[in-house]
């Protein structure tokens, strides 16, 4: 190439990373608030890789069963705004459940609370179906364990609201996730044994992560 050629390639070269530089930081996903997953501000976890084998071991989460909670990706990701409708509408329409969102100042439901914890809801769909299990991903399930419970909850989005949620739903909210996101697995023509196979696996990896979740609510050394 020619040095004025040279010069024109890179004034292009230039422009069009202008144009594109801005549209691809625009594309990218806005930052949720209180989403930390991967900070080097949380804590290690106090469970291992090796204890998330045993685990998983133990809940024959098995390697098909991965290869299927990332076919749900695609199919759960641009309806992650319905389901929640649907979770949040549980939550809602049971009293057991919403009154670990009531501010207690109220005693009412508190909306931004429940705005705020959605945003990051909608983001653990998507990473529940891309879970990579390393460390990060562990820490991020031993911080999602204290914003339940009293070291953490209602700190991330500054509520004042009860102090922990009891520790006996933790686990029993997997039935209603995982029943009422089957209607959802199955909307973009995925053959009917597939949509069991997510189905099994999405049940496998909630109660999972809800185990996981319940380190803080056990004694020391017991979990
Ligand atoms: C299968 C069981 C459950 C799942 C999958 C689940 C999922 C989640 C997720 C993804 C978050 C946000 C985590 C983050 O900050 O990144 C969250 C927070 C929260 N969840 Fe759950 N949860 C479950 C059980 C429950 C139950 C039984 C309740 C009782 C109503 C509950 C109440 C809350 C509350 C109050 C928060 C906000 C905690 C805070 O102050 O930071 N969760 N949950």
Do not use: C
């Amino acid at each position: 190439m020619k040095p004025n050629n040279l010069i024109v390639a890179n004034t292009v070269i230039a422009a069009l990373a202008a144009v594109v530089v801005p549209n691809v930081n625009a594309q990218s996903a806005p930052a949720i608030p209180g989403y930390t997953m991967g900070q080097k501000s949380l804590a290690k976890a106090p469970y291992t890789l090796a204890d998330l084998e045993s685990l998983k071991k133990t809940l024959l989460l098995s390697d098909e069963d991965i290869r299927y909670l990332r076919m749900s990706k695609p199919i759960l990701a641009d309806q992650t705004e319905a389901i929640l409708d649907v979770w949040y509408g549980f939550v809602a329409s049971t009293p057991e459940l919403v009154v670990y969102f009531k501010n207690n100042k109220t005693g009412a439901p508190d909306g931004a609370y429940l705005d705020a914890v959605r945003k990051r809801f909608g983001q653990w769909i998507v990473d529940t179906a891309d879970a990579n299990y390393d460390q990060a991903w562990l820490n991020y399930q031993y911080e999602i364990g204290l914003r339940h419970t009293k070291p953490k909850k209602n700190k991330t989005d500054k509520a004042d609201s009860v102090p922990l949620v009891n520790f006996r739903y933790l686990s029993a909210l997997t039935i209603p996730v995982t029943t009422t996101l089957k209607p959802f697995l199955a909307k973009k023509g995925a053959s009917a044994a597939d949509v069991e196979k997510m189905h099994a696996a999405w049940v496998k990896s909630v109660l999972m992560q809800t185990i996981l979740w319940s380190h803080p609510y056990v004694k020391d050394g017991e979990f």
